[in-house]
């Protein structure tokens, strides 16, 4: 990423109409209607179409950075009963675009009435300083898999903040399924909640303690699944998850199987989603048949019911 950040400056020279002014956000023009009768929604749609223009065209092999439009930024206000996806189709941009540049970490975080930015280049808006778990997926994928981001800084709340912007990108499987809260599938063809993640009272001795992951009540034998596709990067024993596997996924994340009564990969195995791993157990610390399951970030223990479908909890 560094080394991709010094590139950019190199090339900043070539793109000052990329690099906004320092302004307040309010002082950005407002879109007041959705519709061609406003000017700067025609304004926008132009704009756009200048984009997809000068994209299409053949790109000059001797360009460090393919040559498009000037940046131009607007706000609009979220009319009630319009949520991301309408919003996006209707000022013809891709949702990706609306959600990165505004900080979005699902697409229920638009919320009617507030005022959010809208670019005149569709793309990915990746900051280069991370506020939010969503943000610091897009920025660890964008080291790994994306070149030319264009540097820029934006107006924000308290002064301006920076971004790489990648023109005409769009969101990874893996962003994507974390941005629409579907970045997992349940490990178990079914299974009842027991244990959430977080502080808790050790079943055994009842002094608090730190669950990280959850417990999922399943009768022994039952089939685990891999939640997604990934490398088998452990098995084992642990005296407290008895029976365990934890698998790599992209995006630096690994998920972890506890409590099996029986392991059915091997280590280094490449598994798909959905693929049976295990069965369910009482292995280790356990106080009867249950999966411990847990997904970790770059090493830290993340809450799985975020990232899961549904899960049935027991009834009290």
């Excluded at 200048?50 to 000059?60: C, E, F, K, L, N």
């Excluded at 300083?129 to 070149?147: D, G, K, M, Q, Y």
């Excluded at 920076?162 to 997992?184: N, W």
């Excluded at 990067?233 to 690994?254: Q, T």
């Amino acid at each position: 990423m560094k080394s991709r950040r010094r590139f950019v400056a190199g090339c900043l020279l070539l793109l000052l109409p990329l690099i906004l002014a320092q302004t307040a956000a309010a002082d950005y023009p407002e879109i007041r209607r959705l519709a061609p009768s406003d000017p700067l929604f025609r304004q926008l749609q132009a704009d756009l179409q200048r984009y997809h223009q000068a994209a299409s065209r053949p790109r000059d092999p001797q360009a460090a950075i393919p040559s498009l439009p000037p940046l131009k930024i607007l706000a609009v206000r979220v009319p009630p009963g319009m949520d991301l996806f309408a919003l996006a189709a209707r000022l013809n941009l891709p949702y990706d675009t609306l959600a990165s540049i505004n900080a979005l970490s699902s697409p229920g975080a638009l919320q009617t009435g507030a005022m959010v930015l809208v670019p005149s280049l569709p793309g990915l808006y990746v900051p280069i300083r991370p506020a939010t778990t969503f943000e610091e997926i897009l920025v660890s994928v964008s080291a790994n898999t994306r070149t030319e981001g264009q540097e820029i800084r934006i107006a924000a709340e308290g002064g301006t903040r920076g971004f790489l912007f990648f023109p005409g990108q769009s969101f990874t499987p893996v962003e994507r399924a974390y941005f629409l809260s579907i970045l997992f599938r349940f490990p178990l063809p079914d299974g009842i909640l027991t244990s959430a993640f977080g502080v808790r009272q050790n079943p055994f001795d009842g002094h608090a303690e730190f669950h990280r992951g959850v417990d999922l009540a399943a009768p022994t034998g039952t089939e685990v699944f891999a939640a997604r596709d990934g490398l088998v990067l452990e098995i084992g024993y642990d005296p407290v998850l008895g029976n365990m596997i934890v698998l790599a996924h992209d995006g630096g994340y690994e998920t972890v199987y506890g409590h099996l009564s029986r392991v059915e990969v091997v280590l280094k195995q490449q598994v798909r989603s959905g693929m049976i791993i295990g069965r369910v157990g009482s292995t280790g610390y356990s106080t009867g048949p249950h999966l411990h399951f847990e997904v970790r970030r770059q090493g830290a223990s993340r809450d799985p019911a975020p990232l899961l479908p549904a899960v049935r909890e027991r009834a009290p």
